[in-house]
Nanobody, 123 residues
Framework: EVQLQASGGGLVQPGGSLRLSCAAS????????LSWLRQAPGKEREFVAA????????QYDDSVKGRFVISRDNAKKMVYLQMNSLTPEDTAVYYC????????????????WGQGTQVTVSS
């Protein structure tokens, strides 16, 4: 059974930082690109960041470029999202996902999803 367990969300003030983690099991992680996506209330799920199979290529949505950093550790079967300079617009449920699709930024590229972790940015 494939499992992607996201954690690390919470309440943070504007300008603060959070680090999300996602533990993967049940799949050969090296065969998959890994991604973080998010869904804000009343909005569609959107791409945030992705990393290729060995971590030497990353892609970010323009809204988080320069503030967020995605990384992975295949030996530990983990993927991370370091989020800095958070704003209220970053408030959402964040999901980690694994996929083999052709486009890193396309939600349809990801066939395996975790349960999500809530991030709330508010003063």
């Amino acid at each position: 059974e494939v499992q992607l367990q996201a954690s690390g969300g919470g309440l943070v003030q504007p300008g603060g930082s959070l680090r999300l983690s996602c533990a993967a099991s049940g799949l050969p992680l090296e065969d998959f690109a890994l991604s973080w996506l998010r869904q804000a209330p009343g909005k569609e799920r959107e791409f945030v960041a992705a990393v290729n199979w060995n971590g030497d290529y990353t892609q970010y949505d323009d809204s988080v470029k320069g503030r967020f950093v995605i990384s992975r550790d295949n030996a530990k079967k983990m993927v991370y999202l370091q989020m800095n300079s958070l704003t209220p617009e970053d408030t959402a449920v964040y999901y980690c996902a694994a996929g083999q699709g052709p486009k890193y930024c396309s939600i349809r590229s990801y066939g395996f999803w975790g349960q999500g972790t809530q991030v709330t940015v508010s003063s």
